[in-house]
């Protein structure tokens, strides 16, 4: 099975210096799990997180890096599975305007769209939802100062991903209370988890792809 993660900076790997990132972690896990079962049980997991990357980033390269890991255009793999994990840039507030990098419906709208080509390409979909934030140093950004981040906003998102995966029949993966009350703790900057904020995410993932019997 090829599983191909699609992110931003989170799924790239910012700031786990331990293991480069949950998805990596699950990478690495994967490849254990092969030595382990001599090569029974092969896993292939494609990192193709992009630091900055919103929805409309992911969505304008979604079909291409899909084809380019099937092969024929009009072959329907069944060995092809997809997390999307994206959605916290597209959050981003003006503090001026009051509005967002992607406004809920137009992130809605490509969401879906990308959920329905995943169906009809691949074996499954799964749509990760957002971390929780310390938003307490990001409202303005530091290094964005025209924009915020806020929970508020992650929470309405959430449930737009939420109520996409309901509609679609596919799996959800909830990260709401995935740092208990250790937000500060367990974020470098507020908003990129450390090497333990990974690792939490890491096991909620392979949890719920051993769930959908991705993973054995």
């Not at 390269?61 to 994206?86: C, M, Q």
Request: hydrophobic fraction near 35%.
């Amino acid at each position: 099975m090829r599983i191909l993660i699609f992110g931003n900076s989170i799924t790239q790997g910012f700031y786990d210096t331990e293991c480069s990132g949950w998805a990596n972690r699950l990478a690495t896990y994967c490849m254990k799990k092969a030595v382990e079962s001599d090569y029974k049980s092969e896993h292939s997991i494609f990192n193709l997180g992009v630091s900055g990357e919103d929805i409309t980033g992911v969505s304008n390269r979604f079909e291409s890096e899909i084809l380019s890991r099937i092969g024929r255009k009009n072959e329907t793999p069944d060995h092809i599975f997809i997390i999307v994990a994206v959605g916290v840039n597209d959050t981003q507030v003006d503090v001026t305007t009051g509005e967002h990098r992607t406004e809920p419906e137009i992130y809605q709208a490509h969401l879906e769209q990308m959920v329905i080509y995943a169906k009809e390409q691949c074996a499954g979909v799964i749509l990760l939802g957002l971390a929780p934030i310390d938003d307490t140093g990001l409202d303005p950004i530091p290094w964005h100062s025209t924009h915020a981040y806020r929970n508020s906003e992650v929470k309405k998102y959430n449930k737009v991903i939420e109520n996409v995966a309901q509609a679609n029949d596919i799996s959800f993966i909830s990260l709401n209370n995935i740092f208990g009350n250790k937000v500060t703790e367990l974020t470098v900057d507020g908003i990129h988890p450390n090497a333990e904020g990974h690792r939490l995410i890491f096991e909620r993932v392979k949890e719920a792809l051993e769930k959908e019997g991705i993973l054995s």
